[in-house]
């Protein structure tokens, strides 16, 4: 039981140690580099609080494409993969097709994209659906496929409406998963819409990552990196909480193990 | 045959021919859209040029195999480190899960600031890219056997490398063959993608070259490549899997 207690300090201790030793590297490669390269975590601190309202525009702009196009790929995504995991024949046909296009590199596509809608926020808003669609497409068949026949059979014994079944029993046993569906979901959107704003793009943070980059200011490279990350982060929490109040209702047990 | 297999060949046979009718009749736009059989027939030549094959082609290819094979290594070393000490395993835990959620890319300013320019960021973003799956997936294999199988080494008196070789690699090879498939395919988008936005190498750099220079058949040429080595590496893998399963049941 000591032993125990101690395990759990330490892991404590050694989580929240993780991010110090990050500042630490950071600060050591700074040293090894020098000033022209690189910048130091306070310099690049001092830079986020001076920038910040210059880049107020520029953060408003990526949330705001990245809600749009997070909740189209997020209700199109599982209402297509729901729709196709009700048919097992259709899973079994479609999900190689899905993985495999979620497997292709799709930034190569962009270009594509641009050349349709050229340099506007629906071209930017629909490849980061593109981007990120397919895992909860993927999760949400798998899910919807693998509902236990017992929860089928109790809606066919209460003669139930399709509506009625997915209200009450479709919907809530495929929720832990379609959680972790959406996760994955926004981090894919937002990676792609950084790519998208990278590659080109007049407005937004990945535009002024690259605009620093060609002025070479490392100082504002790595505060613009601390914005995205934290708004990486600040969403994934929000996810992981609610994942997490998913499983205390369930009973932490995952709902196939029936 | 298989009915599925059947209608997923169909299926992508008849997105390639109407699209390939579309783009023939004009009913697409043809300053956005070119035939499939032109853009098939524009990658073959591609490989007829020396210099393609050399400079971007070849390059990308060292690049996908050195950033995976070094994720390989050091996610397998890293995935035993967590499973022989569990503090580590429990403290980093949470941040493996945080990784895939930053965007990764934002971090190659600073790769090439660091590196310089040339192939050694690219590879690195792809090595990082793809280590975490490997780590996670080796940590749980080895995490995942059964005691039974410990115990039948114990019983034959094995030493760690011994059980190494003959007992824990064969029952988690399964779990890290999935970290590995995941690499792989991690690996191409990190390489491709990072050459997309800013280098001036490789297959992704040829993309953003012909499209910034309205070379359609150019563009949509290499694009059709990356789609097949994806497509194919992916496939192969996948295969391989499917065998490895079977024998392990």
Known sequence: MKSNTSFEKWSTIGR????????????????????????????????????FGNWLQDIGNTLLTLLISFVISALVGSILGFFIGLSPFWTKTLSPLVLGLYSIPK????????????????????????????????????????IPAIYLKLAKSYQMSFFQKAKNILIPAIMPQLVVGLRMCFSLCFLGLILAEMFASYEGLGHRLVHYMSLNQPSSILALILIIVFIAFFFTFLFLIWQERNERKIGKSKVNAV | MKRHHLIQILIILSLIIVYEIATRMEWLDSFTFIPFSTMFMAMIDNFK???????????????????????????????????????????????????????????????????????????????????????????????????????????????????????????????????????????????????????????????SFAYNNFDLEGMYSSVLLVILIALIVNFVLGYIESLLYKRNL
């Open chain 1, 16 to 51: 929240w140690l993780v991010p110090v030793i990050l500042v630490i590297l950071w600060e050591l490669i700074y040293i090894m580099l020098g000033e022209p390269a690189m910048a130091s975590p306070w310099q690049s601190v001092v830079n986020l609080s001076e920038n």
């Open chain 1, 107 to 146: 930034v190569t596509l962009y270009p594509i994209f641009l050349l349709i809608f050229g340099l506007t926020i629906s071209g930017r808003v629909a490849f980061s659906v593109f981007h990120g669609i397919f895992p909860i497409m993927i999760i949400c068949m798998e899910a919807t496929r693998a």
């Open chain 2, 49 to 207: 040029d020396p210099g393609f094959v050399m400079n971007h082609f070849g390059t990308t290819v060292m690049e996908i195999v050195i950033s995976f094979v070094g994720a390989v290594i050091l996610g397998i070393l890293f995935g035993i480190v967590l499973w022989r000490f569990d503090l580590i395993h429990h403290i980093l835990q949470p941040y493996l899960m945080l990784f895939y959620a930053i965007p990764f890319f934002a971090l190659y300013p600073i790769f090439i600031s660091i590196l310089g320019v040339g192939p050694v960021p690219v590879i690195m973003i792809g090595l990082f890219f793809s280590l975490p799956a490997v780590i996670v997936n080796t940590a749980l294999g080895f995490r995942e056997i059964r005691k039974v199988l410990v115990k039948v080494g114990q019983s034959f008196n094995l030493t760690f490398r011994q059980m190494l070789v003959h007992i824990y690699f064969p029952a988690a090879w399964p779990f890290i063959f999935t970290g590995i498939k995941l690499a792989i395919a991690y690996s191409i988008i990190g390489v491709i993608a990072t050459e997309f936005i800013l280098s001036a190498r490789g297959l992704g750099y040829t993309i």
